[in-house]
Nanobody, 120 residues
Framework: QVQLVESGGGLVQAGGSLRLSCAAS????????MGWYRQAPGKQRELVAT???????TYTDSVKGRFTISRDNAKNTVYLQMNSLKPEATAVYYC??????????????WGQGTQVTVSS
C-alpha cells in the first residue's frame, strides 16, 4: 500500500505564494505519475497539475504560468509551488498517485487533503 501525506496549506493574501508538499511512503515502487487535484465548496474535484517520473508536466489552464509542479524522486515527494494566488484558488488540495503493478493492474491513492484559503 501507499500512504500520501500533504502539508503546506494555509491562509494567504491574494497575490501571495504557498508551497504544498506531498510525501509518499509504504510500498512506493512502480509509482510513475503524481499530481494535485483540488475541490472548492460546491464544485467538482478538478485536476490541477501532474508530473511523471520522467519530467512531463500538465496544468489546468487556469493555473498555467503561476503554479509549478516539481518532484524529488529520491524523497518520493511532489511539490506544488503556487504564486500570484487568486481567491478562486481557495479549495482543499489533494495529492494523488497511481501505482502500476506487474501485469498492468493499477491502484489509486489519495492524500487526506490540505486547505488553501486565499483572501482578498
Amino acid at each position: 500500500q501507499v500512504q500520501l501525506v500533504e502539508s503546506g496549506g494555509g491562509l494567504v493574501q491574494a497575490g501571495g505564494s504557498l508551497r504544498l508538499s506531498c510525501a509518499a511512503s509504504g510500498i512506493i515502487f512502480r509509482i510513475d505519475t503524481m499530481g494535485w487535484y483540488r475541490q472548492a465548496p460546491g464544485k467538482q474535484r478538478e485536476l490541477v497539475a501532474t508530473l511523471t517520473k520522467g519530467g512531463t508536466t500538465t496544468y489546468t489552464d487556469s493555473v498555467k504560468g503561476r503554479f509549478t509542479i516539481s518532484r524529488d524522486n529520491a524523497k518520493n515527494t511532489v511539490y506544488l509551488q503556487m504564486n500570484s494566488l487568486k481567491p478562486e484558488a481557495t479549495a482543499v488540495y489533494y495529492c494523488h498517485t497511481v501505482r502500476t503493478l506487474l501485469g498492468g493492474i493499477t491502484q489509486d491513492y489519495w492524500g487526506q487533503g490540505t486547505q488553501v484559503t486565499v483572501s482578498s
